[in-house]
Every structure is written in C-alpha cells, then in structure tokens.
C-alpha cells in the first residue's frame, strides 16, 4: 500500500481499477489473453523486441558516427537491458501462466524494475531507472502501434491516472466508466478541475511523479476531500474508504429532502442560489438539486473539441435548450473565455510566456469581432425564448467594457435591421476578476445592470499565484486576507449602487466560505450543482446576525490559515455532520 498526498480539486470517493495513461498517451489495462491466444502474442513480443533492438542499434550507430563510441556505449547498455534472458523469461512467465497481454507485461515488468534502480542509493544506478523508462516506452511504441487505445473506447469502470488531462480531455471523459482521476501536474483554480467539478467526478491534481508507482489494473482509492491517493491499498483502508463512502452518499441522499425548499436563512433572508454549468445537459442536475437560476453558464466548452468552430446555429441551439429547461428563471451566459489554459483541443497550450497575463477571455473576443458577432448574435436570437443575461468575463478596464456594449448595440441593431427578435432589455454585467476591477468598482456599478465575483482569476491576479503550477499551490488560497478584502470591497459597493452581486467562483461551492459571504452581505451564489445541496443546508441552518458575527471576527485575522481553521470551526459547530 502506498499512500500519496496531492491536491483535492474535486470531491468524493472513488475506488476502483487503475487506468494509467502515461506522458505519450499509452493506454495500458489489465487485459487477460485467450488460452490459445498465447503463442501469437508472444510472437508479437518478439517482433516488437527485434523491431525495439533494431531502432536501438541504429540510434547507436547515429551517434558513434557524429560523437564517437564512448557515446554510442550509452546504446549498447540499452540492448543488454532488452535482450537480457531474465527480463525475457519474465515477460515469458507473465505472458504464458498468467495470461497477461505484452502491453501489459511489458509495463508491470519494467516499471518495477525502475522503481529498483530508483530506490539505490548510488546516484549512478538511480539514473538508470530513466534508461529502463525508455525501453519501456519503446517496446509499448512498437507493441501498439496504430493500435494505441483512446480513453474514449472505455468497456468498464475506471480510475484515470495521467500525467495531465487538458480541460477538453476532461470534458470527454465517459462519466458512466471514469469514475475519478489523478494527475501528476496542475493546481486547485485550473480549468481541469473547473470541469471535473462539473462533471462530479472525485478528482485529485498536482501529485507530482508517481506514474512509474502504479501498474493498470492495480486498486486505488482517490479521495477528492483530502486530495489523498491510495495505491493498492489494505484491507483496513479499503474498509475505511467504503464506510466513508457510504456515509458521504447517506448523508447526501439526506439532503435530497431540500430540493424545494427555498435556500433561505433560518431568520428569513431569501438567498439566491443559482448552479454553475459547463454543458446544456447540466441544468437537469440544477434542477434536480433545486436552483434559482443559472448563475454562470462558461460557453468556451462549445470550442474545446476537436472539430471545427461552432456556427452562430450551434451557439443558438445550446442557448436555447438551456433557456427553455430553465422555464424562465434566469441564466447568466458568460461570453467566450478562452486563451491561457483553455484551448481548442489539439491545440498547443499559448505560445505566449504567460498566457495568463495575455491574450485571453473578453481580450480574445475583442481582438476577433467576427467570433465575438456570432456569439452574441445568438444569445440575443435565444433572449425570446427565456430570462437570459450577458455576462463579459475578465473586465479590466472601463474601455473594454464599452468596447464590448458597444459591438453588442451594433449586433442588435443588426438584427433589428433584419427583422429578428430579441429582447432589448436584456442585462448586461461583468466579472469581477482583477484587483484592477475592485479598485474602480463605484466606477464599474454606473455602466452595469450586475457583477459576479469570479474568484478563481481573481485569488490568482490578487496573490500573484499561477492557479495551474504546483510548486505554488500552496499559496492559491481563498481564505487570503487580501481577497477576502476585495470581496469586501465589491459586495459593499454593489449594495450602494442596488445592484446585483454574484460570487460565481470555486469559493462559493465550499460550505466553508458560505457563513462568510453571508455575513459580508451577499444574497446570491452560484455554485456547482453538486454543492447546491450542501450550502442550501448551510443557508437554512444560519441566521444573518451568526453570519455577521462570522464575517466580522475572520476580517481581524492575520493570515490564510488562520481564516480557514476559524471558519471551518464555526461551520462544525452548525453543522458537524458536514465534511469541511
């Protein structure tokens, strides 16, 4: 057993047999061959050596000629490793007593030779394991060929262990077989973790390497609640993952009782609790779970697959199914967000040094007013049909957001011109994402019927942390005095001004934040539909003057940590049946 510490981006339990995708995309389960299979498959085991010995000893000889033998020796080394007779019997006795496929053979064999060589305390030998890594590669290489599996042709139910998966990738994971992943890089706030939330898949990021740790079919344990992994675990843990399990679903199904109970505080203030969607088909989550409305609806997905852009009809149609499920509640569209981590798939992440300071959301529609047309075309052509409302992320300045009104004047004027309906009075609002935002909100309320806070961008703009990197994970933290200041700041104002505000960002889904935001004054969230449940729960349970009190003593404290641990307590202390 091998427990591993990452991050929680996504939360559940999910136990089952591992699906490991290495860093080119092999796809290696535990696939069982035919009795009368055997003999050919090791027949393929050996073309795939000879045709793995063969690039070997050309690459060696490539290099003996331009750099000299002592060089091409590296080589050698590497055929001695894949003809070695007991390497060879191994892969023999896997294949014909335990009816293991070559793939998979090869993987489990070589991976526990690597983790060998990496345990050594001779940095010499230790740098072998990346030798051994490369054999394994290649053999793969040439043992799959075209006939490289995608995690598209899933047959059974599996645990995702990757390298990264890109938000797209994510996006077309199976939900009826992927029943979790982990992976080796990425951070809380990425786009990845947006859409496992989304998709309520228990997810855990930013593991570091552990890949060469785990063989396909192995048993795992992912805890999206602790951001903990669990590799082959015992018998006592498998134990204690299963009652959690079943407890986390009990007290789940417990809350299904709320469903038509407005979210309103024990002492009467109506709150306003809307789902945040990815995907038209996820309003029947929000309405099952009992929203308000649609708070955030991010319509970038409608560009993360593989093939060509969406016509004006496409965006229409997604709109419209959403507005019609909906029946009149209403539904914020957020206009395109793409750029940074969020590309079309296939496409390389920017070739920008910091995408995230560069061309990216509202900066990309208006650099690409054809695109921007399209899109707005049709939420205006979709505004008949429901209560819909315009929503342009990442304003930073005041000019981008007359820039982008303005070109949403001319698309209806357009429209006009040509006879087709839409309704003119529809709202126009922004995110608030940038300190630079919150600085000049007063400004900002004069020009908008609404905000909505986005707190993902704006804890990463605000502590100057890349939500996607690792390394500084630790330092992407909502419970920051300083974005918990600007919060302040943005509520406080919207209230003056009478307008609506919104928090909209991962920070609303956390029942931990909920009492908070309450105390600061905010009367609207929108939250992933799995977390309705549990905030409602939450709103129901508080009154106004509990949450105030909240508010009030977590602005005195002096740093992230100590936020969080109060806010967590005073949460137990409501609700201790709730995981915090």
Known sequence: MLRLQGIAVSPGVAIGEALVIDNEGFRIPRRFLARDAVEAELERLDRAIAASALEIERNRDAVSQQLGKQYGAIFDAHLQML?????????????????????????????????????????????????????????????????????????????????NLTPSETANLDRQFVKGFVTEIGGPGSHTAIVACALEIPAVVGMGPFLADVSGGDLVIIDGNRGEVILQPDEDALRQYQQEAEQGRSFVAGLQGLRDLPAETADGTRIDLMGNIEFPDEVEHCLDRGCDGIGLYRTEFLYLGEGPDPDEEAHYQAYLRVLRSMGGKPVVIRTLDLGADKVKGGTPIAAESNPFLGLRSIRVSLRNLPLFRTQLRAILRASVDGNVRFMFPLITTQLELRQAKMLLADVMEDLEEHGVPFNRQVQVGIMIEVPAAVILIDRFMEEVDFVSIGTNDLIQYTLAVDRDNKEVASLYNASDPAVLKLLETTIQSANRHGKSVNVCGQMSSSTTYTMLLLGMGLRQLSVTPAAVPQVKKVCRTVTIPQCEAVYQRAMLLENARDVKNYLREELKKVLPEIAV
């Not at 793939?103 to 990346?130: D, I, M, N, P």
Request: charged share 35%; no cysteine; glycine share 2%.
């Open 83 to 163: 003809r070695d007779p007991r390497l060879r019997a191994e892969l023999d006795e896997m294949i014909r007593e335990r009816h293991y496929s070559p793939e998979y053979s090869v993987s489990r064999a070589l991976r526990r030779y690597t983790k060998v060589f990496e345990s050594l305390e001779s940095s010499y030998l230790a740098e072998r394991a990346h030798d051994i890594a490369d054999i394994e590669k290649r053999l793969l290489r040439n043992l799959l060929g075209r006939k490289r599996e995608t995690i598209a042709s899933l047959q059974s139910p599996v645990l995702v262990l990757a390298h």
